[in-house]
């Protein structure tokens, strides 16, 4: 316990970071169906802005282009930005796609947190998120025989309140991280990956 408490103190002070995984799985009748839903699953991780609109889940996401361009159209592609703004909050986090993996049975796209596009020129350049830079999240769907998974895969989770790079955002930074997000992360991506592997219709429908 007493380690636990030194690494958490070490995170909130910025010196430490943390993986997480979430995920959900939905097994389906045959080989065949699960095929399908697999590519509906796929829709699903990379309809970004569709998102925002799965109940319960309550963080906005917005998709931009490489040049900062609000886009509700396109297929998210490396470089592309997205926009998260957590619940109860206006405090806008920035994240950018660094890479995209799409197989037959497989789809996922990562992030790290970054500046705003337009801010991409800057020499001072500040990251808008919580966390650091050198944190990520790759968003996963998968399929093995019968069963889709869906997965949330943070790595390096540390609080972005130290340095140039946290602006004059650190204690906004460390408030968030520790307080806002930290109640919420886990039924936020449980939400999400249950949606990306449809068990929401599935009570919806029953």
Known sequence: MFESLKKEIKVVQGEGTKDKVYSNQNEFVDESTAIQELERAKQKLFDVNMWTKIEGFSSEFRLYDANGRR???RKPEIGF???????????E???KITDIREEPNLAEFVVHPSEQPQAQDQEDKVIEHFFIKEASST?????EGKTLHAYEIGKNEGINNHGDEAGDRALLNTLVAE????GVQGLQWDNLTRYLVHLEEMETTD
């Open 71 to 73: 886009t509700t159209t």
């Open 81 to 91: 930005f997205i926009e998260i703004i957590l619940p109860a909050s206006t405090l």
């Open 93 to 95: 986090n920035w994240v």
């Open 139 to 143: 968003f996963r769907v998968m399929r």
């Open 179 to 182: 307080g806002g997000w930290a």
